[in-house]
T-cell receptor, first 110, second 116 residues
Framework: GIQVEQSPPDLILQEGANSTLRCNFS?????LQWFHQNPWGQLINLFY???GTKQNGRLSATTVATERYSLLYISSSQTTDSGVYFC????????????FGTGTRLTIIP | KAGVTQTPRYLIKTRGQQVTLSCSPI?????VSWYQQTPGQGLQFLFE???????NKGNFPGRFSGRQFSNSRSEMNVSTLELGDSALYLC???????????????FGPGTRLLVL
């Protein structure tokens, strides 16, 4: 099956800093999503981005499908950004199975 | 629209018992997927249901089963519980955008199961 690797595994930043999270995947995908899991376990969908670039406020994401990686950018970090960020990929239309990476734990210090 | 709801939120069972978890997807969503999250294995796909049919299944033993009802609500059952089944069980419903065909999965708050 598809392998998904995320880096770095842990990131500790001061409030206001910018960060870049990376997701590498081992095969072609037609579905790539970024999620944020808050301390209570709730997974929130940030982006559906199998290719190209999207922005939503302080967050943006870029996927280079031909090179099999995706990046999530967080600018002007806030303490509420803390949590674990997951990249998840899927490779078959009509097949909703997502393979998740191991996540990046982001801690924003006030 | 109401989000994905899961019940119960917390559950404590003992080894050998069985458990049933429930998930109600967002209104109009017909696909429901289940995931198990543990510190050691991370997030792993259990199965996916669409229009009452299991469309995909992950690599879990037969003790894990599920079903979907005509109103799209889904249940998963774990029989003969083991200590290693302690986990956060997450349910997601999927919507596909008509224009782009893109898919977005919306997750419920999860059920935390502790097996003693």
């Amino acid at each position: 099956g598809i392998q998904v690797e995320q880096s770095p595994p842990d990131l500790i930043l001061q409030e206001g800093a910018n960060s870049t999270l990376r997701c590498n995947f081992s095969d072609s995908v037609n579905n790539l999503q970024w999620f944020h899991q808050n301390p209570w376990g709730q997974l929130i969908n940030l982006f559906y981005i199998p290719s190209g670039t999207k922005q939503n406020g302080r967050l943006s994401a870029t996927t280079v499908a031909t090179e099999r990686y995706s990046l999530l950018y967080i600018s002007s970090s806030q303490t509420t950004d803390s949590g674990v960020y997951f990249c998840a990929v899927g490779s078959n239309f009509g097949n909703e199975k997502l393979t998740f990476g191991t996540g990046t734990r982001l801690t924003i210090i006030p | 629209k109401a989000g994905v709801t899961q019940t119960p939120r917390y559950l404590i069972k003992t080894r050998g018992q069985q458990v049933t978890l429930s998930c109600s997807p967002i209104s109009g969503h017909r696909s429901v997927s289940w995931y198990q999250q543990t510190p050691g294995q991370g997030l792993q796909f259990l199965f996916e249901y669409f229009s009452e049919t299991q469309r995909n299944k992950g690599n879990f033993p037969g003790r894990f089963s599920g079903r979907q009802f005509s109103n799209s609500r889904s249940e998963m059952n774990v029989s003969t519980l083991e200590l290693g089944d302690s986990a956060l069980y997450l349910c997601a419903s999927t919507v596909r955008a008509r224009t782009s065909g893109g898919e977005t999965q919306y997750f419920g708050p999860g059920t935390r199961l502790l097996v003693l």
